[in-house]
């Protein structure tokens, strides 16, 4: 018959910014490679990038219209004569003499002789001669050569993650290659009798599979590259091999086996494997028991089985940890903003309580609506939760319309 774990030693609670530190303090950044910067959406840059034009790569004009000169049209109106017509594209062959001017389009670099741009609004848009209605200080409408860029200035910095914006900068620079981390890869294993996989005849005291699913969804969203494990029997040996079978990737991941239960065997396991455990429990509900060790090499996270533990100490500990390992170097941790919330929540006091909540901006503010079940084996309450509020130890009530630090997981929402 088997019986309960027996309690550890040195089985310390930690806080949670201890625990996000010493994951941390476990991640080096991995290798890099070069890709196409097509293919860099997504991954972390390893390089500095620098300019290699000035961009714009000459004063050129923001506006539609009429390239003059600011002392020509100090006395409106004026009519100049049009001399030219220039497309963006195109450099002019003339210059802007006194009395003339040269119609231009949105881009075109700048003629010679003309310091200021009358925007085809303030004219009567002539073609053979043009009317200006209305004076403009010299310099108005031009794009200054070099204003976005200076050839030679470092544009992305080694470190930075590769958004949208991010890649327009690497094609405005002519980068078709980019050196970037690597993608981690992160093993996804299951443990419990209780567990079947997706496609299994559902019966009496089975649980579904959903953890492997989310775990491997939260791992592509944060850059890296899940490998399933699959489900894992409750035994030591099974445990064991397991675990050995994920030692090639980069990051193990198990979700159950980690509490005091009787059929509890992820610490054993580990320590059956030499490995060097980090932490066990974390100060935090849900999710008290979380395990960091490092077996054989590998950092293995041995997360709690309720669906919604699982989920929230995956995006405490383990994406920051991913972001890490890509080569990212600011902005690891989620941010914590301030939210009001729309009702009442509950807490027992006895652990820093992280309430699920869909964070809304309401009139310009920032509302957290709670998920109407909190237990932290209630998969649905997760669905279409962004943040977690925070409720502190010792304080058992939040009412409604309090102010409270809310940790942002996803994009704040519109309703
Ligand atoms: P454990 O941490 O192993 O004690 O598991 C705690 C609870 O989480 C149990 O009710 C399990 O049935 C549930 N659970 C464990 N693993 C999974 C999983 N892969 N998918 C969904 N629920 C799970
Ligand atoms: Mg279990």
Redesign the pocket.
């Known amino acids: 018959m088997a019986t309960f774990q027996p309690s550890r030693h040195n089985e310390r609670m930690i806080p949670v910014e201890e625990a996000q530190e010493r994951v941390l303090a476990e991640v080096e950044p991995l290798g890099t490679e070069q890709v196409a910067f097509t293919e860099a959406h997504g991954r972390v840059l390893r390089e500095d990038v620098h300019a290699r034009y000035d961009v714009p790569h000459g004063d050129n004009t923001a506006m539609d219209g009429y390239a003059v000169r600011a002392d020509d049209i100090a006395n409106p109106p004026v009519t100049l004569r049009v001399i030219e017509n220039l497309p963006a594209g195109t450099v002019a062959t003339k210059r802007v003499e006194p009395g003339t001017a040269i119609r231009i389009m949105t881009g075109a670099l700048m003629p010679e002789g003309a310091d200021t741009v009358a925007h085809v609004e303030i004219t009567d848009a002539g073609s053979e001669k043009v009317q200006v209605l209305e004076p403009l200080r010299r310099g108005t409408n031009i794009r200054k050569r070099g204003e976005d860029m200076h050839a030679g200035d470092v544009v992305l910095v080694d470190g930075t993650p590769l958004h949208a914006a991010e890649v327009g900068v690497l094609a405005g620079v002519q980068k078709p290659v980019v050196r970037v981390g690597r993608r981690p890869t992160v093993a996804i294993l299951?443990?419990?009798d209780?567990?079947i996989d997706v496609g299994d005849a559902m019966a009496p005291g089975k649980?579904?599979?959903?953890?492997?699913y989310s775990l491997a969804a939260l791992v592509c969203e944060a850059g890296a590259i899940p490998r399933m494990i699959g489900i894992v029997p409750d035994t030591k040996e099974a445990t064991i091999a397991a675990i050995e079978s994920a030692l090639e990737s980069d990051f193990i991941i198990s979700?159950?086996?980690?509490?005091v239960?009787a059929y509890?065997f992820v610490k054993d396991a580990l320590d059956a494997l030499g490995a060097e455990t980090k932490f066990w429990q974390v100060a935090m509900k849900p999710g008290k028991p979380v395990v960091l060790s490092r077996v054989r090499g590998r950092l293995y996270f041995g997360l709690?089985?309720?669906?919604v533990s699982c989920m929230v100490s995956f995006l405490l500990f383990i994406a920051p940890a991913i972001r890490k390992a890509m080569g990212q170097t600011s902005n690891l941790l989620p941010p914590i903003v301030q939210t009001q919330v729309s009702a009442s929540l509950k807490s027992r006091g006895d652990r820093r309580n992280y309430l699920r909540v869909r964070v809304v901006a309401r009139d310009g503010e920032l509302v957290s609506v709670p998920m109407t079940s909190q237990g932290s084996?209630v998969s649905t309450s997760m669905v279409q939760a962004n943040g977690l509020v925070i409720v502190e130890t010792g304080i058992t009530a939040v009412e409604a319309g309090s102010i409270v630090p809310t940790v942002l997981v996803g994009p704040v929402q519109t309703f």
Not at 207 to 212: H, I
Not at 255 to 259: A, K, L, R
Not at 304 to 307: L, T
């Open positions: 299951s443990t419990g209780e567990i649980v579904l599979n959903s953890n492997s979700s159950g086996g980690v509490s239960g509890d709690p089985g309720n669906p084996g």
